[in-house]
């Protein structure tokens, strides 16, 4: 099982990212995704995931409204759409497979 973050970056406040999770090795399709955060001096936060079957469940409501989560099995990539950040955003962001893989994880910096 590999999972590959990308993009992540330094943005400014209120605007938006768009983070992709690249899923090998295993049949995406049959897994539940999510992705978690960690800021510096926090503990890893879970933010949202998506169901095999595309439902979408919120773990955090700091991010309710203005990320959320999809996922193309044919191309084996979930995404993160993250909009309106804030400089609280601001932590090194991981894909996680349902059952119990992550990703090496992917900063993102928002500046005020």
């Known amino acids: 099982v590999q999972l590959v973050e990308s993009g992540g970056g330094l943005v400014q406040s209120g605007g938006s990212l768009r983070l992709s999770c690249a899923a090998s090795?295993?049949?995406?399709?049959?897994?539940?995704m999510g992705w978690f955060r960690q800021a510096p001096g926090k503990a890893r936060e879970a933010l949202i995931c998506?169901?095999?079957?595309?439902?979408?469940?919120y773990y955090s409501d700091s991010v309710k409204g203005r990320f959320t989560i999809s996922r193309d099995n044919s191309k084996n990539t979930v995404d993160l759409q993250m909009n309106s950040l804030k400089p609280e955003d601001t932590a090194v962001y991981y894909c996680?497979?349902?059952?119990?893989?992550w990703g090496q994880g992917t900063q993102v910096t928002v500046s005020s």
């Open positions: 090795g295993f049949t995406l399709e049959y897994y539940a």
């Open positions: 998506i169901s095999a079957s595309d439902e979408i469940r």
């Open positions: 996680v497979q349902g059952a119990g893989f």
